[in-house]
């Protein structure tokens, strides 16, 4: 069974950084492409970013383009999410997201994808 656990969220000043992770098991990550999605409160869950399987192409929402990084290491089964420069805007839960569908690599809508993790929660003071 396929299992997404992030961490590294928390508490941050606003222009500050954070990194989360997502470990995934199951023995599918070569396989899936990957996201990163965020949803404040009393609003939907929107897209953030996004990875190739390879790592070799990304995909980022206008909102953090230049200020976050999504990355992979497939031997460690994770993927990360560098942000920089944080904003108060930027405060919601961060969550992780699997697809294996073939034929699709960099995808923006949730509908796209398989599995997702639990969340981290991400808040920034300003």
């Known amino acids: 069974q396929v299992q997404l656990v992030e961490s590294g969220g928390g508490l941050v000043q606003a222009g500050g950084s954070l990194r989360l992770s997502c470990a995934v098991s199951g023995g599918t990550f070569t396989l899936s492409f990957m996201g990163w999605f965020r949803q404040a409160p009393g609003k939907e869950r929107e897209f953030v970013a996004a990875?190739?399987?390879?790592?070799?192409?990304?995909l980022y929402a206008d909102s953090v383009k230049d200020r976050f990084t999504i990355s992979r290491d497939n031997a460690k089964n994770t993927v990360y999410l560098q942000m920089n420069s944080l904003k108060a805007d930027d405060t919601a839960a961060y969550y992780c997201?699997?697809?294996?569908?073939?034929?699709?690599?960099?995808?923006?809508?949730?509908?796209?994808?398989?599995?997702w993790g639990q969340g981290t929660q991400v808040t920034v003071s300003s």
């Open positions: 997201a699997a697809g294996l569908r073939a034929g699709l690599w960099l995808r923006r809508s949730s509908l796209d994808y398989d599995y």
């Open positions: 990875i190739s399987r390879s790592g070799g192409s990304t």
